[in-house]
């Protein structure tokens, strides 16, 4: 059943614009997952780090949550306040996680790629840094005032090791993703024409080398996090994916994170938002 928001009386034109946003919502999360080699996370090849999931589970979550993005559209465009857009978040991770059993897959996606489904429904034009400004201008204060769920992992890394984590990012309008994601997937594509693969192991790289991932925090502590960006910066500065061995290496890399059981599950979302902006705001 398509979800509701609260009060959105939508016209023919809005509804279409929403179910439009949808899917480019959910053409993103596929081009995240069919991304390989990317460290330690799940594709089409394998489950990386991960024992509870596979690339089945992760298109079961994505078609689950997929018409919440609309209903996130319909919000942003009647101009919802946070706890609306709360509201239907938790609806999404209520559907992700029956069609996953109980894992999961897309929390963090739903969160990031969410707020950007309902700025690019409130329709702020195509200008670089047009979804992310207004996602820091109209929801950044609510971010980070909202409920903290105590218990989860990436709540309690950001508690332990004092970073700002996603909340942090989306508040301040996903600089990570305007200043390294999306300059690495447009280099990537200017290096590897007609390898749309390798621009995206190439953001997802520079994203990891970057982030703030309390995923990585939490499945590896410091050393772990340690290594994972200072590895994932070692690939990106001796040539990413302009060396000719790139695929070895990020494949040599896969394996280094899984045998260290490391997940940079935040870089895979924000690889995923970074998809989504490039096909909204055009460079």
């Known amino acids: 059943m398509f979800p509701d928001s609260p009060a959105l009386p ?23 997952l069919d991304t390989y080699p990317k460290p330690g996370l799940v594709s089409p090849v394998d489950s990386g780090s991960h024992t ?30 946070m706890p609306a857009l709360r509201r239907i978040g938790l609806d999404a991770e209520t ?37 992310g ?12 005032d909202g409920p903290v769920l ?12 004092g970073v700002g984590g996603a909340p942090a990012e989306a508040a301040a309008g ?22 749309p693969q390798a621009a995206r192991v190439e953001a997802c790289l520079a994203l990891i080398a970057h982030l703030e991932d309390t995923c990585l925090l939490h499945r590896g502590g410091p050393e772990g996090y340690a290594f994972a960006r200072t590895e994932a910066a070692r690939f990106i500065a001796e040539g990413g994916v302009a060396q000719p061995d790139w695929r070895e290496r990020a ?6 994170f899984v045998a260290r059981n490391l997940s940079p599950g935040g870089g895979a979302d ?14």
């Open 10 to 32: 939508a016209g023919d034109e809005d509804l279409r614009a929403a179910d439009a946003i949808a899917r480019a919502a959910a053409a993103a999360l596929r081009g995240e």
């Open 150 to 161: 105590l218990h989860a992992p990436g709540a309690r890394a950001r508690r332990r090791h």
């Open 95 to 131: 559907a992700m996680r029956a069609a996953t059993g109980g894992v999961n897959t897309h929390r963090g996606a739903i969160f990031g790629l969410g707020l950007l489904c309902a700025a690019a429904g409130a329709r702020p034009g195509a200008g670089p840094g047009a979804l």
């Open 133 to 144: 400004r207004l996602v820091r201008e109209r929801y950044g204060a609510a971010i980070l």
């Open 270 to 283: 924000l690889l995923t938002m970074t998809l989504f902006v490039d096909g909204f705001e055009a460079p």
């Open 174 to 195: 996903f600089p990570t993703l305007y200043r390294v994601g999306l300059p690495a997937l447009r280099r990537g594509r200017r290096w590897r024409p007609g390898d």
């Open 52 to 81: 509870d999931m596979d690339a089945g589970t992760f298109r079961a979550s994505a078609a689950a949550i997929t018409p919440f993005f609309a209903a996130l559209a319909r919000a942003g465009a009647a101009g919802a306040a």
């Open 251 to 256: 494949t040599h890399l896969h394996r280094a």
